[in-house]
């Protein structure tokens, strides 16, 4: 469904931060896209709803390409692709709603938007998607009066009331602890399935993208170095990804991998699993 | 002093290390100085006269005279609050185009280098001499003195709001736009959010400065209580001068207290 042809960035300053990446996602796949501070993660997903303006290369979202398109239609293509945030990027001083309706900005004019008169479909959607990620009470909260995990439901439910078809997702979890990122994490791929979305996640927590996505795609010096299953990411593989490292202790263990679901559900997978990885992971992944 | 460690005196070393230099230059000074002063006119007599009026002067501020001409001081007030509300309003909203205009990250470098020199226009005069300028071409009264308010606020707000538009959070704007929001919608939802709460505390602070700047351009003819004012001193008024100056006092007093409290409430 989204389809990245030669993809290239090269800034201002001469850093080539994509090189020629070539990549699939077909629809309703949720797809980890790892490696170092730098590799183009960031740039990778913002070239394709252009935050980013790619140098070379083509884009293709079902059947219409991105790159070529006028500030119209761009604005229009962009409806369809929701972004997650690291740091959340909600308007701080704006309500939960206000900030959950700012993902119907693309559908309604300007005049209904300043004076906050959405339609009566989209305030419905965005009470029951408010409901799904459980923040009904918290309806005409300031943005910036929530925890971190709140925040990023809401981050979520503003990309989700786009009705998009692939989320675009930047570092979820980079800024919450280890048990409110698994939450964030299990919410989007659970929520990815519910609706069929498609999703490039980046992230630098290994475990995490192991644990979750079902394709992981290694990214190093803007090229694509992995491609392949959580299962397949040997030592080797790490190595190839980040560099030399004692990996032995990030790769999941077999016993993980046939654990009780339940015992993952109440955050105590990591305890289980020897001591909890984190913070190790993303160290070597800042080198 | 063969061994540094047996030095047992020390002084700072002189600021010019050429004694002739050093000396040339104090004795320069000096001379200088007492040319300049010699060549300002110094009227004895006319200080010690002077000095009596200023007597008068404070006397009347102490015992201000509110009544006699109450009418006039009255109309001026009203002059000068039509004056400083009229422009204040008007100014600011000019001044939000503006201030997006001369944002760096908002507005592409044409408009952001007309935007820029616009501020810089009005900033760069005092008001009286736009005040006085604007008199010039409109005549006397309070509409000139208006124009030199408004322009002297588009300056201010634009400039200070601009910064602030080019301090806020990237990220914000970034995520507004991957809705596919427009440039409006975005301003709207993504920096006018951010920046609302430094566009009504600076609002409030130029309430207090355009009725101070009304009194003043009164004087130079541009209406409001400072040209009562201007009036009560020709006319050796003394007492009601003092009554405007108090007046005056309080009024600013007022508006800065009130917008203190108001500022403090929207953060």
């Known amino acids: 469904m989204l389809e990245l042809k030669g993809l290239e960035k090269r800034y201002p300053t001469g850093d080539r931060a994509l090189r020629g990446v070539d990549l699939v996602v077909p629809q ?17 997903i913002r070239c394709i709803n252009r935050l980013v303006e790619p140098t070379a290369g083509s884009v293709r979202l079902g059947d219409l390409e991105l790159t070529r398109l006028g500030a119209r239609e761009l604005r229009r293509a962009r409806r369809r692709m929701g972004m997650i945030f690291q740091e959340y990027a909600l308007v701080e001083r704006l309500s939960v709603m206000e900030n959950l309706l700012s993902g119907r900005l693309g559908y309604v004019g300007f005049w209904r938007s300043w004076f906050r008169r959405f339609p009566a479909a989209d305030i419905a959607q965005a009470f029951a998607i408010l409901d799904r990620v459980g923040l009904t009470e918290f309806v005409d909260k300031r943005a910036d009066a929530l925890s971190g995990g709140q925040r990023q439901r809401v981050g979520i439910a503003r990309a989700l009331l786009q009705d998009p078809d692939i989320l675009l997702v930047d570092e979820p979890t980079a ?4 048990k409110t990122s698994r939450q964030i994490m299990r919410l989007i791929v659970e929520l990815c399935e519910e609706r069929g979305l498609a999703a490039i996640i980046n992230i630098h927590d290994v475990a995490l993208a192991q644990q979750f996505a079902r394709r992981i795609v290694g990214l190093r010096m803007g090229e694509v170095v992995y491609d392949g299953p959580p299962a397949d990411l040997t030592a080797e593989v790490l190595t190839t990804i980040y560099g030399e490292e004692d990996w032995s202790r990030t790769i999941r263990r077999e016993d993980e991998e046939e654990e009780d679901p339940e015992a993952a559900r109440d955050g105590t997978a990591e305890e289980a699993g020897g001591p909890p990885a984190p913070d190790r992971e993303r160290l070597a992944g800042m080198t | 002093m063969a061994v540094a460690g047996a030095r047992r005196s020390w002084s700072p070393p002189p600021l010019i290390a050429n004694p002739w ?15 300049a002063l010699n060549s300002v006119p110094l009227n004895w007599a006319r200080i010690l006269d002077g000095l009596s009026r200023g007597w008068l002067f404070v006397k009347g501020f102490l015992t201000p005279d509110f009544v006699s001409r109450h009418e006039e001081i009255f109309e001026g007030l009203l002059e000068s609050v039509v004056m400083t509300v009229v422009s204040t309003v008007l100014g600011v909203a000019l001044a939000l185009p503006v201030a997006l205009g001369a944002a760096k990250n908002v507005a592409p470098w044409p408009v952001y280098y007309l935007c820029r020199a616009f501020i810089a226009a009005s900033r760069t005069f005092q008001e009286v001499i736009i005040a006085i300028l604007f008199v010039a071409m409109f005549g006397f009264g309070p509409f000139a003195g208006m124009l030199t308010i408004t322009f002297a606020t588009i300056g201010f707000m634009a400039k200070l709001l601009a910064e602030d538009i080019e301090d806020i959070d990237r990220s914000q704007v970034e995520a507004i736009r991957a809705t596919g929001a427009s440039w409006a919608q975005t301003v709207n939802y993504a920096i006018q959010p951010q920046v609302l709460p430094r566009l009504i505390g600076l609002s409030l602070y130029r309430v207090d ?40 006092i309080g009024i600013v007093m007022a508006c800065e207290y009130t917008s203190g409290l108001i500022r403090r409430r929207v953060q």
């Open chain 1, 28 to 44: 309703g796949q949720v797809m980890a896209l790892i490696g170092p501070s730098g590799a183009g993660k960031s740039t990778l």
């Open chain 1, 175 to 178: 800024s919450l602890d280890p």
């Open chain 2, 21 to 35: 230099l050093r000396w040339a230059v104090v004795i320069g000074a000096a001379i200088y100085l007492y040319l």
């Open chain 2, 209 to 248: 400065i355009n009725f101070r700047e009304s009194a003043v351009v009164g004087i130079v003819g541009a209406g409001g209580i400072g040209a009562t004012l201007n009036t009560a001193f020709d006319r050796y008024e003394y007492s009601v001068a003092g009554a405007i100056l108090l007046l005056i």
